[in-house]
């Protein structure tokens, strides 16, 4: 889990947006804020599906080129490494897209654990985000302890 975590950080490397001010008084989670958040998850799943199908062209094209039995191996462990990072993004994926359909059905932005406000600064830092930081604390501290 905590793993994971440092891996968003990593893919959201291409990321680039204005963080969002609000007004005085806004409303938290209102329409405004709702869009910049579908904005930044649509644009970052784009992202990533981008990159695994440029990832996929890109094994096939070497399959063709490497004949020789020594490139052969050192291109299997390539393509470990690739299908491991795709693995990767597909989880990843598949996270950002619950946090889209949190987003439609308006419980975005909530703490899943105590129901409080996430807040912009940490979506905005991780987007998939269900947890407020307490919770998230408290939730890595008990992992921790199972080991
Ligand atoms: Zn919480």
């Known amino acids: 889990m905590a793993q994971d975590s440092s891996n968003i950080e990593l893919e959201m490397g291409a990321l680039d947006f204005v963080p969002y001010t609000p007004k005085q008084n806004e409303e938290y989670m209102c329409e405004k804020q709702r869009e910049h958040f579908m904005g930044i998850l649509t644009r970052w799943r784009q992202s990533l599906l981008d990159e695994s199908n440029r990832t996929v062209s890109t ?43 949190l987003l439609e059905v308006g419980g975005y932005g909530f703490c899943d654990s105590c129901g409080v406000e996430i807040g912009l600064g940490r979506l905005e830092a991780r987007p998939t985000a269900t947890l407020c930081l307490d919770c998230k604390t408290l939730d890595e501290i008990k992992e921790r302890r199972q080991f």
Do not use: V, Y
């Open 59 to 101: 094994l096939q094209d070497e399959t063709i080129n490497h004949p020789d039995p020594t490139d052969r191996a050192s291109q299997e462990a390539d393509m470990s490494i690739e299908l491991r990072n795709r693995d990767r993004e597909r989880r990843l994926i598949r996270k950002i897209e619950e946090s889209i359909a």
